[in-house]
C-alpha cells in the first residue's frame, strides 16, 4: 500500500475544492461523516459544494496516518472561516463570519490506489459552538 498519506493529502485539497475528485475516489466511492452519507462523486461533489461555498477560505492539515492492508486512518484538522451558508441534516445554517477549527480523524478503504470508502469523524459540537449556534459545555 503505501500511499495513504498521499490520497488523505489531496483529499484534503479536494475537500477545500481545489483537487479532483475523480482522482482519488473511486466511481462508486462511499463517503460518510457527520453531516451526509453519501455514494458516487456525483453525489459527493454536490455534498462537498456546500462546503466550499460555506467555508471559502478553508484548509486542511493532515497529522498522523497509520496504514494496514487497504485501510488507513489519519487524523485531520479542518480550518475555515464560514461565509456562505452551510447545509447540514436540520437545514441551511446562515453565514455567520466566525471561523472554526475543526480536529478530526478519517478512515479510509483503498481500492485500486483510490479511496472506496471514507469514514471521517468530527467534533460538530464543537464547530458548533465556534459559530455561535450553541452554547459551550459547562466546565467542571
Do not use: C
Request: hydrophobic share 35%.
Amino acid at each position: 500500500m503505501g500511499n495513504a498519506r498521499e490520497l488523505l493529502d489531496t483529499f484534503g485539497k479536494a475537500i477545500t475544492g481545489s483537487g479532483d475528485l475523480e482522482r482519488i475516489f473511486t466511481t462508486d466511492a462511499e463517503f460518510h461523516d457527520s453531516m451526509s452519507h453519501t455514494t458516487g462523486i456525483p453525489d459527493l461533489e454536490r455534498y462537498l459544494e456546500s462546503w466550499w461555498k460555506a467555508f471559502p477560505d478553508a484548509s486542511i492539515s493532515i497529522g498522523k496516518v497509520v496504514e494496514s492492508g487497504d485501510q488507513a486512518v489519519g487524523e485531520m484538522t479542518y480550518r475555515g472561516t464560514q461565509t456562505g451558508p452551510l447545509v447540514g441534516p436540520a437545514g441551511e445554517i446562515p453565514p455567520t463570519g466566525k471561523s472554526v477549527e475543526l480536529r478530526g480523524a478519517a478512515w479510509i478503504t483503498i481500492k485500486d490506489g483510490k479511496i472506496a470508502r471514507f469514514d471521517g469523524y468530527y467534533d460538530t459540537m464543537s464547530m458548533m459552538v465556534q459559530l455561535g449556534l450553541m452554547p459551550a459545555p459547562a466546565t467542571a
